[in-house]
């Protein structure tokens, strides 16, 4: 987790449930969450934004979703504790 803390993140914008999950799974491993994150609200501009920079991000997906995710793009196969949020 420290190593990944590191890293240039794309995540959800502050208040919704994705952002507050990245950043109590940080404080609940004793770091601190990055201060300078890009902040993109759609999947489709986060998806191109990782596909074209050293980027990382937190992105929830259906499981359905999860199947056809682009090729270009890798996920990392983490147990994060907690992981599934309710969508609303």
Known sequence: ?????QESWVV????TPTRRYFETLLIA????????????????L???MIINSDAI???TY???KLRIVSGKL??????????QRPLA
Do not use: W, Y
């Open 29 to 44: 491993a004793g770091l601190t969450p990055p201060a300078q994150t890009c902040e993109i609200v759609t999947f489709f």
């Open 74 to 83: 890798k996920v990392l196969p983490l147990d994060l504790p907690e992981n």
């Open 62 to 64: 259906s499981e359905r």
């Open 46 to 48: 986060a998806e191109q």
């Open 12 to 15: 959800a914008p502050h208040g």
């Open 57 to 59: 991000a937190l992105l």
């Open 1 to 5: 987790m420290a190593e990944l803390a």
